[in-house]
């Protein structure tokens, strides 16, 4: 790019092309015209109108601004970054290994901020305006974005979580003290084994990404169901249907669809509402082995709060839902993130129904002074049968399955 045309001068540029466009072609061509290929040719048509001139380098640029996503664009194609906050027109964050930075990216105004967002939502067919201020959406990257506008918020807000790419191994999961190598070989056979597992934590604590590494010890011939409200999980297992919520069918409506398409596990991304009551259902009654996560903070007690309060529509009271909640959950997996951006499995809980009520027995725990991982405690012999007439082979000879040194 010419190095005398500046950024003030560019920006000056993009609002002239943008002004012009809207003149000739109607103000709503940009967002809603079919045709990438014929807006791409409007564009330059007008970007050289002005310069008097073709410069492709330039022309890329105001490309960029008007149908991609401008300034924050390098953002999201760079995968060492999860998040990117836009708070308002002059205060960009982005979320890196941990730590929030406040970028130098100021838009020049809310109509630009506002542009940038209508071409997010038109990607996943969704619109956001005044009489429909909260917006939910996936880029074509599978990054998810939400939105909230005037009225309910002062200027544009919009949360841009990246969708990670990346699948951790074994050996990379190991090598950041997430867990020991004695729970990959637990988390092997109890997946294996049908056990219905929980995985719970706050917010970007890797919940999603433990699930999908969970997800590569399931057995090769099962038919598996994934249901999202924003598609994320992307499992490489081979027999894999994904669905995710629409304005048309959501969550709910696709958790009850699934009991009928022959799954021998549902994969539930995220438990919120009433689908938690017919997912825990559907793990009493033939889909043993499905996972959810969920947000809590811990994996006992809050836990199954929030499992109530996502079932209370069900009609059922809490008693009766507490029931319907040990009756068919065996294991959480509490995950927590720390002060210096590490992420560990900090417990794994058996969950035990004891005459309708919950008992947790601790599995493993871990010893935050001594810095690892350990084994505290071994699987009801209820639930020791259970894996052994699931599986093919025999449990190893570790704590949690009863052997092992005590």
Known sequence: MNHNQNKSNLKELIKKVRTAVRNNYGDIFIEHEDGKDKKEEVIREQTRAILGEENTEIEQYVLSHLLGFGEIEAYIKD????????????EVWIEKNGEDILTDIKFESIDEVMDLLRRMVQVAGRRVDFSNPIVNARLTDGSRVNAV???????????????????????????????????????????KGKLNIVICGAGDVGKTTFL?????????????????????????????????????????ELMVNALRMRASRIIMGEFRGLE???????????????????????????????????????????????????????????????????????????????????????????????QKHIAVGTLSENTIERLRDNLVSDLPDIKPFGGGEF
């Open 79 to 90: 995968q060492t970054i999860n998040e990117i906050m836009i708070n308002k027109p002059d």
């Open 149 to 191: 506008i005037m009225p309910n918020a002062l200027y544009p807000v919009i949360t841009i979580r990246k969708f990670i790419q990346h699948k951790f191994t074994a050996d990379e999961l190991l090598k950041q003290g997430f867990l020991n190598e004695e729970m990959l070989t637990f988390f092997e056979y109890v997946v």
């Open 212 to 252: 999908r590494f969970l997800a590569t010890f399931i057995p090769a011939k099962e038919r598996l169901v994934t249901i999202e409200d924003i598609r994320e999980l992307n499992l490489d297992n081979p027999h894999v249907i994904s669905l995710e919520a629409s304005d048309k069918a959501g969550v709910y």
């Open 276 to 370: 938690t009551f017919e997912l825990l259902k559907a793990m009493g009654t033939g889909h043993e082995g499905s996972i959810t996560t969920g947000h809590a903070n811990s994996g006992k007690i809050d836990l199954i709060q929030r499992l109530i309060n996502a079932m209370i529509k069900s009609g059922m009271s809490d008693r009766e839902l507490i029931k319907h909640i040990t009756s068919a959950i065996d294991l959480t997996i509490y995950i927590k993130n720390y002060k210096d951006s590490s992420r560990r499995v900090v417990n794994v809980a058996e969950v035990i129904n004891d005459n309708g009520e919950p008992r947790f027995n601790d599995i493993y725990q871990f010893d935050s002074q001594e």
